[in-house]
């Protein structure tokens, strides 16, 4: 142990930086609570950057949703478990209006049809629904909808990503899509999209840009472009390039880790800190123990430990086995940080199904922490296990958010709610 490790005391320590982690520490902010937030900041930049709400209602049946608000009132009917069941609609609204307005003074506006889901295009040149895209991606939608006449553009070294393929893959609905790969300004060999992003936010590059699609543009209504439209600039780079090419732009959704998603934990990371919250990059909590007066003590560090941090409370959005909330081996799925129960199926035979399509999804998908109305932790028989410990995000029980396609919705709502019980047990 680092003889050298510093103490630190907080009303609130938050557990993880992906898109739970970072909602309720706004939302935390926002309540003024004195807040710790620690975690592997990689995470956030492996989202899509899209925020789905929910996308498809009844999984089995594969029904894809027009009206996510909708599908989660029926949905808390037929699956009373889901953790959108732990919240009004009005309260799940209300968590993504702050989550919304925040990216828009942010600089990096998202788009919703308020009602009702978009639908947008992969790297894979399929469709999926989605509740909010980020502005640059707002022509998209529409566009399909019209059948408009697209130039879709790609590069030479931009790998996981074709225009063509695109192109091919949608042929039936959208038959006016046309591909071209150019070169990336300044650029050879194989590109990487957060560096494009980077090189787009200078304005000479953005002119080469517009200079070397100028000549494909034709009769093209709109022009397509994988997401590398800047990184700090976005709104600046779209403007540009609209002027230049003298019709709209959107991006289409990349591989990850995509730029879309570093997008949010650059702003994320830059402005948590200005409002208030302690932010510790890169560091995991090692140990947590409960104090004899209620309190939790973490060990965090990243090999050693390197803070001693005393909390009132916690929230716990350590996600599932890629963020690394929960692990798997030949004995079962375990909690890693508190060693909470996880429900799970019986046995490991029962974790998937054969069939790897699977209409229903396979069980291990919706294991998790289960958590009571407070969003407290629970055992077996639904009782809360501490009163001053709270989950959220894609760790909670009772949800397939991948099938679902309520992903960083339902971290946001759930975090909304845990963050809401814990400033009235702080209180
Ligand atoms: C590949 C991919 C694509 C996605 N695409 C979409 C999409 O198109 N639309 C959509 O809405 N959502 C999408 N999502 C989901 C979206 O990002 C969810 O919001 C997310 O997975 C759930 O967020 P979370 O914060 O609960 O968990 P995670 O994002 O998994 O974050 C868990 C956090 O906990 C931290 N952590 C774990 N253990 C510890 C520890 N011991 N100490 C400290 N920190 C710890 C991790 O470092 C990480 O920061 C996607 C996610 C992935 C992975």
Redesign the pocket.
């Known amino acids: 142990m680092n003889t050298n490790n510093k103490e630190t005391t907080c009303d609130l320590m938050i557990?993880?930086?992906?898109?739970?982690?970072?909602?309720a520490a706004l939302f935390a902010a926002r309540q003024g609570i004195d807040t710790v937030q620690?975690?592997?900041?990689?995470?956030?930049g492996?989202?899509?950057?899209?925020?789905?709400?929910l996308g498809v209602h009844p999984v089995a049946q594969g029904k894809v949703l027009d009206d996510p608000w909708q599908g989660i009132t029926r949905l808390c009917r037929d699956e009373p478990l889901h953790p959108y069941a732990l919240l009004d609609i009005a309260s799940i609204r209300e968590s993504l209006d702050i989550v919304l307005a925040f990216l828009t003074t942010s600089g990096y506006p998202h788009f919703t049809l308020l009602q009702r889901n978009m639908e947008v295009l992969t790297p894979a040149g399929t469709l999926?629904p989605?509740?909010a895209v980020p502005h640059t991606m707002r022509r998209g939608p529409s566009a399909l909808a019209d059948r408009s006449s697209c130039l879709l553009v790609d590069f030479d070294g931009l790998k996981g990503y074709s225009a063509r393929q695109i192109a091919l893959s949608l042929a039936e609905r959208w038959p006016e899509l046309h591909p071209v790969r150019i070169g990336f300004p300044d650029a050879k060999g194989e590109l990487y999209t957060e560096h494009m992003a980077r090189a787009l936010d200078v304005a000479d590059s953005r002119e080469k840009l517009v200079a070397a699609i100028r000549p494909h543009i034709g009769t093209a209504e709109v022009v397509g472009l994988p997401a590398v439209l800047g990184m700090y600039r976005t709104v600046r780079v779209m403007e540009d390039l609209q002027q230049g090419l003298g019709v709209p732009v959107f991006e289409i959704?990349t591989m990850?880790p995509?730029v879309t998603?570093l997008r949010l934990r650059e702003i994320f990371e830059q402005r948590l800190p200005a409002m208030g919250i302690r932010l510790f990059f890169q560091?995991?909590?090692?140990d947590a123990q409960r104090l004899a007066d209620g309190q939790w003590r973490f060990d965090?560090g990243r090999t050693d430990i390197d803070f001693r941090i005393t909390a009132r409370s916690a929230i716990?959005?350590?996600?599932?086995f890629?963020?690394?909330?929960l692990h798997a081996d030949r004995h079962g799925i375990r909690e890693?940080?508190f060693d909470l129960p996880v429900v799970q199926p019986k046995d490991r035979a029962a974790w998937h199904h054969k069939d790897l399509l699977h209409r229903e999804g396979h069980p291990i998908n919706r294991a998790g922490v289960a958590v009571d109305g407070q969003f407290h932790p629970v055992d077996a028989n639904r009782q809360m296990l501490y009163p001053n410990l709270f989950a959220?995000?894609?760790?909670?029980a009772h949800q397939d958010?991948?099938r679902q396609?309520?992903?960083?919705?339902?971290?946001?709502a759930?975090?909304y709610g845990a963050v809401r019980a814990c400033t009235r047990m702080l209180d």
Do not use: H, N
């Open positions: 557990i993880g930086t992906g898109m739970a982690g970072m909602a620690v975690g592997l900041i990689g995470e956030l492996f989202a899509s950057g899209l925020i789905d709400l999926k989605t509740y959704p990850l995509a998603g560091q995991r909590v090692m965090v716990m959005c350590s996600g599932r890629f963020g690394k909330g890693t940080i959220a995000g894609s760790i909670l958010w991948k396609k309520c992903g960083s919705g339902l971290a946001i759930t975090a």
